[in-house]
């Protein structure tokens, strides 16, 4: 397992590098899961020498630390629940997988912002309600 960086910038931006071994390019777009919510955003993915880099470009969200994560379901609705829980095809503890081939594909899954930080507690990090999503696009067959 290799461990996974995230920064969220005062501007609302999210990196997230991390290792992979399979060249693609996706993107999600966010919106707010609550009825009112003015949250809204963009993310991109992209393989690169030596890693994989994920930029969300996320607006109006709540000042502080944010979870960010993959999860196993390619539905936004019911304020985010729709979406499962984490994407785990390994059932593996809290953690970091290859998104690009077979059973670690991340093509039509969520992406999900959450109201707190992940405290990489187990078995899902603590983060809180589910305040955004996106379905993730990638340009891989």
Known sequence: ???????LGLTGT?????NSAWAFTGTAI?????TDSK???NVTLTEEKGGLTVVAKVYNVPAGSHG???HAIGNCGDMGKAAGGHFNPDKSPHGLYPINDG???VKGLS???HEKKDDFSQPAGNAGGRI?????????K
């Open 132 to 140: 955004a999503c996106g379905i993730i696009e990638t340009d891989s």
């Open 14 to 18: 999210i990196f997230l590098l991390a």
């Open 68 to 70: 960010f994560h993959v």
């Open 39 to 41: 949250i809204t955003g």
């Open 1 to 7: 397992m290799k461990k996974i960086n995230f920064i």
């Open 103 to 105: 059973k670690y594909a």
């Open 111 to 113: 992406i999900i912002l």
């Open 30 to 34: 966010l919106k707010g899961t609550a």
